[in-house]
């Protein structure tokens, strides 16, 4: 009996130290990606809610970024992005039914950190994880590269 508490206590140990070495800054990465997400309010109901996430940018600076955007949500209010100072970064933005493009007026640059902001979401009062494909083209690319997905939560009212 003895030497199970022993046992479970060194594999505990063990278990926390190994977490606490691989649990890094998502800063420190060597690739573009997404960090945090919300939706402001996150009531399904709300008419105007604005729907963010964060990219992080690394590797190379980004030219222009892709949202693809899910059946039954409209951004009536438009994208907006911020720096981490909430200062707004010039961009071109171009929306239709299934995606948003936003082309940067200058590259943003690797260790910069970026809010991505869509105004005036409507989600026709569904309470669900919203999922936005998101994908990059980085300076002297042609092809873009996928972030993956920025997920945004909204609840029932």
């Known amino acids: 009996m003895k030497n199970m508490i022993y046992t479970v206590f060194y594999t505990l140990v063990i278990a926390s130290s190994v977490s606490t070495v691989w649990a890094k800054n998502p ?3 060597k690739f573009s990606h997404i960090g945090n997400s ?12 604005t729907h963010k996430f964060d990219v992080h940018v690394q590797g190379k600076a980004i030219s222009e970024l892709t949202i693809h955007l899910p059946k039954g949500v409209n951004i009536d209010k438009g994208i907006e992005v911020q720096n981490k100072l909430s200062q707004k970064i010039p961009t071109t933005v171009s929306m239709n ?14 260790g910069t950190s970026i809010s991505i902001r869509m105004k005036g979401v409507n989600t026709q009062g569904y309470e669900k994880t919203w999922h936005y494909p998101v994908s990059v ?6 092809e873009e590269i996928s972030l993956g997905l920025a997920r945004i939560q909204t609840y029932g009212g």
């Open 27 to 29: 800063n420190d990465a």
């Open 137 to 142: 083209k980085k300076v002297d690319m042609k």
């Open 97 to 110: 039914a299934t995606k948003a493009t936003v082309v940067f007026a200058e590259p943003v640059a690797p």
């Open 38 to 49: 919300a939706a402001i309010p996150n009531n399904a109901d709300t008419l105007d809610a």
